[in-house]
């Protein structure tokens, strides 16, 4: 098996590193001195550092679930398992559905891809477009697979998000059909303008709908979850917890503390929400100005422009600019190999960077295209 | 696939439930006050809630292997590879020997033999004694499996300890062959006398050397590791970071930084192992007085004491314990079906208890034994 290309990059950078690469969020909005507080209460009780259940500690559970109901999405605490990041739980279900087919989007995050291809998954892409998945290739491709991946919020990699008709139609053919949706939606609550309503409430019977809090509190406390109907819950505590008995502990009970106050994470997301637009306009200014001749589509969330140069190998371009410390994702490994003609595309992350950083890279990047 | 007897009876005990069922450490001696301060330490760096390297971090990584080196075992921060538990440091590498055979111990490790299930690994049980296992039907099941997982110091569920010379005849063996020793040491570091040497030192480029920090300090971090040499090692990386991305961060900041004083940990272990062997020593002595038709081997460190009654079914009488608030584990639970005759076996875990309620559970045992 191959190793993530983001990874693997991720341990060949240094300090010096201007990195567009991974879905990083930015440090400096990370709630440490809160999370610090919570961490103080919680571990004054010695209980948080013993084992606890496979499923997650219940009280952290109710209040996903809550999540979840406030956005009109009815949710139990039985309802949802809590995993080692939403990249576990992309590997319990599909571990527990080894060998199946998978309809997914073209290009999708590499992780997923990954995760399917150790589960022996047969993997059928189907072309994304601005306002989601090309439904009748969908409709095609899923009437045989009867499974699919979808990310329909601020997508990975490419920033693209589902118009609300695209979720309906998804929802019907899903359950016409009566196969599974995978939605997995990390970046949902990082929009900018406006929250979009999730394909999975539309089947509640017929889907997982994946979430973490990598994205909107802090990666490093891999925390991720699923929520589906008990009955497709069930079978994936066995594999759940012969992977690694239980998520961490303390890390659940640190939320769990920090969620007491409910105002806070919503002060948080709203300082999120506000920072990351303002970094994505930067972003796009620096773009249109230094490098015009990509060509991309303005996000409505999420981490991630994604785009192409009219005449340019971004992997060959990636290699150049690693040499000279600056980094992105060449989009050609966001595809399967059904898929894999594609050269001139790049996926830039524009959470991580300071302003100052990101048109230094971008400098960088129009200086090393000039030489090639 | 089946879920863990453990974990499933774990979620239906109360705080009134007498429990000698979990290899769980007692949570009055979790070093939580300082584990406390280093949180605080830690997460003064908003850097420890980012995303971190698939390996785990260097510094952690830096201080196992010098843990390792101390025993007289050279090893280097390469040679790690950190993992969410010990558990999943068992599913990377069964999962990346897919469908092999294994030598295991009969009785073994329940999760264990779980993972090995999960991955369509043929089990070859082979007989354990009071100083190891039967080294020639190792030898006869290890020239064909060339794979073998053995907990030698305190194992579970039995807490025997490999004698000097069955390591060394291991060893050999395993050299012989050319073969793989999965060596699990969770207790390891719980002796109540001596320490004793790995047997993978003995054959450093032909084994996995399994660790974890939840037995000596807070099972909730969920941080194991691997130790193996470099070219073993490598293939795993790819699978563990489809797996989860990386260990939960925090968490390996957090005994990072309780590492650095190098007296508080030994200091910690030091308590760990008086307040055990006393705690094994007054579950002795109450079985002794309370149930003295039962037969066991006196372990000399880890969790657990194991034996037998003459007459009795155990999976009966837990089911009747349990009713009446008080449970163990039945031997049955830790043998393959190749060996699934065992009835009268019973698992004891003897440190998570109070010395007051060890007397009233193996009371309670003892009443519940004369109504049968």
Redesign the interface.
Request: aromatic letters at 6%; hydrophobic letters at 35%; a neutral charge.
């Given at each position: 098996?191959?190793?993530?290309f983001i990874?693997e990059i991720?341990?060949h950078t240094t300090n010096e590193t201007i990195s567009f690469a991974?879905g990083?969020?930015d440090?400096?909005l990370?709630p440490?001195?809160q999370?610090?507080q919570s961490?103080?209460r919680v571990?004054?009780?010695?209980?948080?550092?013993?084992?606890?259940?496979?499923t997650g500690l219940n009280e952290l559970k109710d209040k996903i679930a809550q999540f979840y109901c406030d956005d009109g999405f009815p949710t139990e605490a039985s309802n949802i398992l809590i995993t080692?990041?939403s990249?576990?739980a992309l590997?319990i279900i599909s571990?527990y559905n080894n060998g199946k087919c998978i309809t997914i989007e073209s290009p999708s995050y590499l992780?997923a891809m990954?995760?399917f291809?150790?589960n022996n998954m047969k993997q059928d892409a189907v072309l994304l477009t601005e306002n989601g998945i090309d439904i009748n290739k969908f409709e095609d491709s899923f009437s045989r697979s009867k499974f699919s991946y979808l990310i329909p919020d601020f997508q990975n990699p490419t920033g693209y998000t589902y118009s609300i008709e695209k979720r309906d139609s998804i929802a019907k053919i899903v359950g016409f059909h009566d196969g599974i949706l995978i939605e997995d939606s990390p970046y949902g609550e990082l929009y900018f303008e406006q929250k979009f309503k999730s394909i999975s409430s539309l089947i509640p019977n017929n889907s997982f709908s994946l979430g973490s809090f990598?994205k909107t509190?802090?990666?490093?406390?891999?925390i991720g979850w699923i929520r589906a109907d008990e009955k497709l819950l069930e079978?994936l505590?066995?594999?759940k917890?012969?992977?690694?008995?239980?998520?961490?502990?303390?890390?659940q009970?640190?939320l769990n503390d920090y969620f007491e106050d409910k105002k806070q994470y919503n002060i948080h997301l709203k300082l999120l929400r506000k920072i990351y637009a303002k970094k994505m306009q930067i972003f796009k200014s620096y773009l249109d100005e230094i490098l015009p001749e990509f060509n991309y589509i303005k996000p409505k969330g999420g981490m991630f422009i994604y785009g192409s140069f009219p005449n340019i190998n971004s992997s060959e371009l990636v290699q150049k600019c690693l040499e000279n410390n600056v980094i992105f994702v060449p989009g050609i490994e966001f595809y399967t190999e059904q898929n894999n003609k594609i050269e001139n595309e790049i996926r830039f992350n524009f959470t991580h960077c300071s302003a100052k950083d990101i048109y230094k890279g971008l400098t960088l990047i129009s200086r090393i295209i000039k030489e090639m």
């Open positions: 098996m191959k190793r993530s990874r991720l341990e991974g990083l969020p440090e400096k990370f440490n001195i999370l610090e961490a103080k571990l004054l009780n010695a209980n948080s550092l013993q084992y606890t259940t496979s080692s990041g990249q576990q590997d571990r992780g990954n995760v291809e150790l990598s509190l802090a990666p490093s406390l891999r079978p505590i066995a594999y917890e012969a992977m690694d008995l239980h998520t961490n502990g303390l890390s009970y640190i």
